[in-house]
């Protein structure tokens, strides 16, 4: 374990300046959720998006209602972002300008409760992905992201029956996004955000949704958080230790690809650019009692809530490939990512031929000097590839 106190990290491997000028041969979807532009001041707001860097945002989220219809959870930021006004283009007109696709991310943790009842019967399910195609048409979107966390989770009103009904579901919207593709001769993704443990996958039939999804987009994030017994590493690319022998981004690579034998070429890993603060924790594997809400409110700590504090001291953990801060002030201890460990983390995605890397969330690095170091240190990597 290395230490030193914190403070902006240059890219370790390779300057921004010399990026190839062929652009980055991997897949950066950036996530932006509608309700982030109102955050920091309106610091990042959609035209802020450095579009060069990315190749698709997934706008995030819309939901299911009970009906089969979807619904913005952000009314307002939908207006502004999917519409524009003025002389400001819509979030997808500018994304097209720039030939990146946007697709409509429905779902997330706190809006999965109804996929149940929607994916339980046929005629749902065709309403649910005629609702999504009248999405398509009307802001011209590039596809679909479904995040249903999780099929079978009773918490969120899951039942067994999710396990067929999911696929079932999947399977009605490739088939409406492909039959509308055909007519207006446009190719329409379809992609989903998956959980990154075989627990939270249980409710999927996995290797079913290989020849029906473009994308799976897997949340290798959130390994340890407020629900864990010890404090531990939010991201790590490897294990640690015995205990995080299956909590790591290489364990659940091997497990889609080895276990469910999914294509290294439909995977795009996640990236996470936040991290999670513990109360009364010093260490990685310590005793912990609550989340940290002195320095971040809400426990969850963004990169650029991060960079703001002194008085952090930086530690590497070399076996996980990630840093971690502790803050001996607050006896706090915050699980993180920083340009280091993205590095690395890109270079496993090159290493072994995943289609690429998925960000939650795309303004979370972006600093009030309008640098984007996390976003940069993926760019700058991919692209010298």
């Given at each position: ?84 006004g ?39 399910r ?18 679909i ?20 009904n ?11 996004l ?9 190719k ?43 404090s531990?590493h939010n ?36 990236v ?38 002194s ?29 280091e460990?993205i590095?690395?983390k890109?270079?496993?995605?090159v ?23 996390l ?11």
């Amino acid at each position: 374990m290395k230490s030193k106190c914190f403070a902006y990290h240059p890219l370790l491997l390779i300057a921004f300046l010399f990026a190839s000028a062929i652009g980055q041969q991997k897949e950066v979807v950036g996530y932006f959720p509608s309700w982030n532009w109102e955050h920091k001041n309106a610091l990042m707001t959609y035209d802020k998006i450095p579009f060069k860097k990315v190749t698709i945002i997934d706008y995030a989220f819309w939901h299911p209602l009970l009906d089969g219809t979807i619904a913005g959870i952000n009314p307002r930021g939908d207006s502004l972002i999917l519409i524009g006004g003025g002389d400001k283009p819509s979030l997808v007109d500018l994304a097209h300008e720039n030939k990146v696709k946007v697709m409509l991310s429905i779902g997330g943790w706190g809006d999965s409760e109804n996929f149940p009842a929607v994916a339980s019967t046929q005629e749902l399910r065709t309403t649910f992905a005629h609702a999504c195609l009248d999405a398509v048409r009307k802001f011209d979107f590039d596809g679909i992201d479904i995040d249903w966390e999780y099929p079978g989770y009773a918490e969120h009103n899951g039942t067994p029956a999710d396990r067929t009904n999911s696929t079932a579901l999947f399977r009605t919207l490739r088939d409406s996004l492909g039959a509308y593709g055909s007519q207006v001769h446009k190719k329409l993704f379809l992609s989903a955000a998956l959980a990154a443990t075989a627990e939270h996958l249980s409710g999927y039939e996995v290797e079913k949704l290989i020849p029906i999804l473009d994308m799976f987009n897997v949340m290798t994030y959130d390994y340890n958080g407020s629900w864990s017994p010890r404090s531990g590493h939010n991201s790590p690319l490897y294990a640690s230790s015995e205990a995080d022998s299956v909590s790591n981004i290489e364990a659940t690579f091997k497990l889609f690809t080895e276990g469910f034998h999914v294509p290294a070429s439909q995977i795009n890993l996640g990236v996470p650019f936040y991290g999670h603060a513990f109360a009364q924790c010093t260490m990685v594997g310590g005793e912990y009692h609550g989340v940290d809400t002195t320095l971040f409110p809400g426990g969850d700590a963004d990169y650029y809530s991060i960079v703001q504090y002194s008085g952090m001291y930086r530690h590497w953990d070399d076996k996980a490939k990630v840093p971690y801060l502790v803050v001996p002030s607050t006896k706090t201890f915050v699980s993180y990512d920083d340009e280091e460990s993205i590095t690395y983390k890109a270079h496993y995605v090159v290493d072994h031929h995943a289609r690429g890397v998925i960000i939650w969330e795309i303004t979370a690095d972006y600093l009030t000097d309008g640098r984007t170091p996390l976003l940069d240190a993926l760019y700058t990597t991919f692209s010298s590839q």
